[in-house]
């Protein structure tokens, strides 16, 4: 009998505890893990985006964490690229791979494939990009929100990159964004079992506080200083990183940042929450719930394909 191959994949908010959680799958299993949060993928930002710890990193081997430069162009179609390219490597030698972040699009890019988007008339590009410097991002937020309210439920408002993209996609075609996104599945050489991890709103809300407290004790400050030159390039249009340019130039207060990224990052969280919930093959479990738990729910979706 050929052996089949299994992507085991932990999705859930942001700092609820993937991180660990997949750790404790990957030695279980005896594999290695892929991270798929689009915002580990730059080396010039760690503390910011919740990097593994060297224990982390070194208890399974991990892929595409600083893997790139905040100025290399590295788009979801890569990741998707990469990732199965990776995961062709990895099953030469396990029948196991591990894939956990919170970046919902890069997961389904490797789940199901990237679908092929239009190309876009340079007019619409210029124009879309001549409103934004004239009127700000509330262009365009509203003007997305009008033309494609299901992705502007799930996309990072705050980051004008991705909203541009969306909506010239929409001016484009005529139609929303969220219609070109994974309509044709692509045929995989794996199964996936999708983990999910949740717990009340208000507790995935402390740890979120918390989180970012410790980011701001570990340094997070001089991180987002020593990148201040940079402070346009588009992976830097993120959560931490942002406020805080606007703190050092004296357009938040100290406090007022502090709590922006707070609230910010609780806005993410509940967008992640909202677009893993799509995926009626995740299983849900407590944050807290026992590995073997978990495991013994891995083992059953594995005794199931082999019937």
Known sequence: MISKKYLIVIVGPTAIGKTSKAIEVAQNYNCEILSCDSRQFYKEMSIGTA????????????????????????????????????????????????????????????????????????????????????????????????????QFEVIEKGNPQRLMRALEVCLQTGKPYSSFLTKNTKKRNFIPIIIGLEADRSLIYERINRRV????????????????????????????????????????????????????????????????????????????????TIFDYIDSKKTETEI
Not at 81 to 90: H, S, V
Not at 100 to 109: I, P, T
Not at 264 to 289: D, I, P, S, V
């Open 213 to 292: 407290d410790i980011m701001i004790e570990d340094g997070l400050l001089a991180e987002v200083k020593s990148l201040q030159n940079f402070k346009e390039i588009n992976a830097l249009q993120t959560v931490g990183y942002k406020e805080l340019f606007a703190f050092l130039t004296d357009e938040y207060s100290w406090d007022f940042a502090v709590e922006t990224i707070k609230r910010n990052t609780r806005r993410y969280a509940k967008r992640q929450l909202t677009w893993f919930k799509k995926n009626e093959y995740t299983k849900w479990f407590n944050y807290n719930e026992s590995s073997k």
């Open 51 to 150: 990097v593994p710890s060297k224990e982390e990193l070194s208890a399974v081997k991990h892929h595409f964490i600083h893997n790139k430069s905040i100025g290399d162009k590295y788009t979801v179609g890569d990741f998707e690229r990469d990732a199965i390219q990776k995961l062709d490597l990895l099953y030469a030698t396990s029948d196991f791979a591990v894939m956990v972040g919170g970046s919902g699009l890069y997961v389904e890019a490797v789940l199901f494939g990237m679908d092929e988007f239009p190309e876009i008339d340079p007019s619409i590009r210029v124009e879309i990009q001549n409103n934004y410097q004239n009127l700000g991002i509330t262009y365009l937020q509203e003007n997305l929100q009008k033309l494609d309210a299901d």
